[in-house]
């Protein structure tokens, strides 16, 4: 069973910097598309940043100029570099893989993260936990 292990999460203050990866079982990223999704208590799943299999990448609003979302050469660790972290941006980090997926932009889509839930094809990170502190 494929499996996504993500790590890295933790506790700064505001301004400060983590470093998320997530490491697939498995199988590399050689197609779709990968995510990183940030979930906070009683709000929905939303999306962080997400890479293409060409590399190309696509940000939230609140992520642009700050975080960067990257892939190994070998296709098996997905990382995002979080600098300047705010506390809203607190919460649990979950990395996807939509196998089907053929531009970045579409993982970040409003919805995609709850309509995601009925794909057998897209798999799912546990999480790792930020916390922010001001």
């Known amino acids: 069973q494929v499996q996504l292990a993500a790590s890295g999460g933790g506790s700064v203050q505001a301004g400060g910097s983590l470093r998320l990866s997530c490491v697939a079982s498995l199988y590399t990223y050689t197609f779709g598309c990968l995510a990183w999704f940030r979930q906070a208590p009683g709000r929905e799943r939303e999306g962080v940043a997400s890479?293409?299999?060409?590399?190309?990448?696509s940000y939230g609003d609140a992520a642009k100029g700050r975080f960067t979302i990257s892939k190994d050469n070998a296709g098996s660790t997905l990382v995002l570099q979080m600098n300047n972290l705010k506390p809203e941006e607190s919460g649990m980090y979950y990395c996807a893989h939509d196998p089907g997926c053929l531009d970045a932009g579409q993982m970040l889509v409003t919805g995609w993260a709850a309509a995601s839930q009925s794909r057998p094809d897209v798999h799912w990170g546990q999480g790792t936990h930020v916390t922010v502190s001001s």
């Open positions: 890479i293409d299999s060409g590399r190309f990448t």
